[in-house]
């Protein structure tokens, strides 16, 4: 009789304690249904817990105010957009981008060894990006609707919309880039350097007395002519924010130009850029046709070509600010006496780039100004 009446006790305690241990695990089954968040202005941190770990997705707006949710750490990133991962190296980031469509990759190589490669995978199927399985995707704006960003997004694998057109599209890229990559102060720093830019160069243009009429030139190899950019291009852009007048402002696009319209124009700077061929090769070119020498700024030797250390720095790449300083410096040397344009260049490529000056190989007329008129 003693011992029946230990043992009752003991089953009656066993099984409070099944039933108390039961509800524990019901409560954190429970909790793993829900997810936590915590507001940001433009991106959401999402947690969702299950029992045996934690997933993590950071939530961004796009440029054509998309939502997309990014699951995290972020490993890697596929680009179906060429101007794209220059911004992803441009904030630490050169790791993550796995490869893809990229424009240009002699400045990076000095970065990222594996650049080159990893540019080479501009013609990954849609098969082969699931199985990359990246966490997630860059494409332009105006690749929305083609079906390759449409089938990625119905596998879920996020795609972010990017617009690189204006320095205003590149902050809003850079901004969001940034908290999709958890580098948020990077891009903060990078966004407050191209303000600070802008700001000193348009405080010190409200000075000015006139403005020159600028024509950029590229050469291509598959037009076999000499093509020009309209108002609605990133360079005409930056040379109206440097206190020049495009010419070409009235076309829209890229547009094949002939000599007789550069005499209609008669701009007082042109301005070379180089593709296929280089920026040099296009001005002798230029320099060694007679039918150019009819066009004032040729016949006066007022062709400079922009500065190159990989990227044209009037493209809209990272380095869109070196441009900015050289095209003000050219345009307007008295404003910008105090300007050292390779100093800024030293400067930039150290603070967001770690490399120096000397390591970079800047070809083209960095330290060109054009003569009082």
């Known amino acids: 009789?003693?011992?029946?009446?230990?043992?009752?006790?003991?089953?009656?305690?066993?099984?409070?304690?099944?039933?108390?241990?039961?509800?524990?695990?019901?409560?954190?089954?429970?909790?793993s249904s829900t997810t936590q968040s915590v507001s940001h202005p433009t991106s959401t941190v999402v947690s969702s817990r299950t029992a045996s770990s934690t997933i993590q997705f950071v939530v961004v707006k796009d440029c054509m105010n998309r939502t997309v949710r990014i699951r995290e750490p972020v490993k890697r990133v596929i680009s179906l957009y060429g101007l794209a991962p220059q911004f992803l190296y441009l904030l630490g980031a050169g790791k993550q981008f796995y490869g893809g469509w990229m424009w240009g990759t002699k400045f990076y190589r000095l970065i990222d060894p594996n650049v080159t490669k990893k540019a080479g995978m501009r013609d990954m199927s849609v098969e082969e990006i699931e199985k990359i399985n990246p966490n997630f995707v860059i494409a332009a704006y105006w690749q929305a609707d083609e079906s390759k960003v449409k089938q990625l997004e119905s596998l879920g694998i996020p795609v972010i919309?990017?617009?690189?057109?204006?320095?205003s599209d590149v902050y809003q890229t850079v901004e969001t880039l940034g908290k999709a990559l958890r580098r948020d102060k990077v891009a903060s720093k990078v966004i407050a350097y191209y303000k600070n830019a802008s700001n000193y160069i348009e405080k010190r243009l409200r000075r000015v007395k006139s403005r020159p009429k600028v024509l950029v030139l590229y050469y291509s190899g598959?037009?076999?002519?000499?093509?020009?950019?309209?108002?609605?291009?990133?360079q005409s852009r930056l040379i109206e924010m440097a206190g020049g007048i495009s010419v070409s402002a009235n076309l829209t696009g890229k547009k094949t130009i002939d000599v007789e319209q550069v005499v209609k124009w008669n701009p007082d700077v042109i301005i070379l850029i180089g593709y296929s061929v280089?920026?040099?090769?296009?001005?002798?070119?230029?320099?060694?046709?007679?039918?150019?020498?009819?066009?004032?700024?040729?016949?006066?030797?007022?062709?400079?070509?922009?500065?190159?250390?990989?990227?044209?720095?009037?493209?809209?790449?990272?380095?869109?600010?070196l441009g900015l300083y050289w095209l003000a410096k050219l345009l307007?040397?008295?404003?910008?006496?105090?300007?050292?344009?390779?100093?800024?260049?030293?400067?930039?490529?150290?603070?967001?780039?770690?490399?120096?000056?000397?390591?970079?190989?800047?070809?083209?007329?960095?330290?060109?100004t054009l003569a009082q008129r």
Request: hydrophobic share 45%; proline share 6%.
């Open 1 to 31: 009789m003693k011992r029946s009446k230990i043992e009752v006790p003991f089953v009656v305690l066993v099984i409070i304690l099944g039933t108390l241990g039961a509800g524990c695990i019901s409560g954190h089954t429970a909790s």
């Open 161 to 167: 919309m990017v617009k690189i057109e204006s320095p």
């Open 222 to 234: 598959r037009a076999k002519a000499f093509r020009t950019f309209g108002g609605d291009m990133f």
């Open 278 to 321: 280089s920026g040099e090769q296009a001005r002798r070119m230029i320099l060694n046709d007679p039918a150019w020498r009819a066009v004032p700024a040729v016949k006066e030797g007022r062709l400079y070509v922009v500065p190159n250390d990989g990227d044209n720095w009037i493209d809209p790449s990272p380095k869109w600010v």
């Open 332 to 368: 307007h040397p008295s404003l910008f006496k105090g300007l050292n344009v390779e100093l800024k260049a030293a400067q930039f490529y150290e603070d967001f780039f770690n490399l120096s000056l000397s390591k970079v190989g800047l070809t083209g007329d960095v330290n060109a």
